[in-house]
């Protein structure tokens, strides 16, 4: 005798979100590797055409190689429900290499991180690609004007707070409630999967990502991450 109809109704569905799950994860690796890759293809063109600084171009290809490398393991390792290996890291550190590669035009940085030694215990290129993500996502909203973004950190008892906020048009009402649903997007082009990314790789951490409400009248979007000690 089988399983009843109803474990095997919600086994189907597991399984249906799993795969559901792993294809937005493939999409997301495409648009990474995808940026990793214009980046690899325009320095070898340079490469070839500059010979007298042909290191510098090289030295960007292995750099974007290393990353596309990068992004493959941790976003796969992320789609088979791994738990995120975490460290000791320094929050600074984390933030500074979420700035490479960033879409233009370049934004102007105004960081309040307090003390500048917090740490978090996190996996660093899964945190990288977070702040990443949440990078990308404000220098769109304000283009094609240059965004101003600020990010804000301090310590409680029983974790470390990160916001991100930015100064662009900030998130339409209608859905705020579901931005962090995959194919939810407030932009057009985009691909409504990086923030449902983001917010897993938070939780991978035991944490928690979520849009804070604006004040009456106020524009911007604010997101924060809430990391457990």
Not at 43 to 68: G, M, P, V, W, Y
Not at 120 to 133: E, K, Q, S, Y
Not at 200 to 208: C, E, L
Request: glycine share 6%; hydrophobic share 45%; aromatic share 4%.
């Amino acid at each position: 005798m089988g399983p009843p109809k109803a474990a095997q109704s919600a086994s189907a569905d597991e399984a249906r979100e799993r795969l559901a799950a792993i294809g937005e994860i493939a999409a997301e690796v495409a648009h990474e590797l995808r940026n990793a890759l214009q980046i690899i293809s325009a320095n070898a063109f340079l490469a070839k055409q500059d010979l007298a600084n042909s290191a510098t171009h090289l030295t960007r290809i292995e750099r974007n190689a290393r990353l596309a490398h990068g992004i493959v393991d941790d976003l796969m390792a992320l789609a088979r429900g791994e738990p995120a290996h975490a460290e000791p890291v320094l929050l600074v550190e984390v933030l500074v290499a979420a700035r490479e590669n960033l879409p233009e035009p370049p934004p102007s940085w105004n960081d309040r991180v307090q003390p500048a030694s917090i740490r978090i215990r996190a996996h660093h290129g899964l945190m990288t690609r977070l702040f990443h993500v949440l990078y990308e996502n404000a220098i769109a909203a304000s283009a094609p004007r240059a965004a101003t973004i600020e990010t804000r950190a301090w310590a409680e008892e029983h974790g470390v707070i990160i916001e991100v906020a930015d100064d662009g048009p900030g998130i339409p009402a209608e859905i705020a409630e579901s931005i962090f649903e995959p194919l939810v997007t407030a932009r057009q082009g985009g691909t409504g999967l990086g923030l449902a990314l983001a917010r897993r790789v938070v939780a991978a951490h035991g944490g928690t990502l979520s849009l804070v409400a604006p004040p009456p009248g106020a524009t911007g979007a604010t997101f924060r991450v809430e990391l457990p000690s």
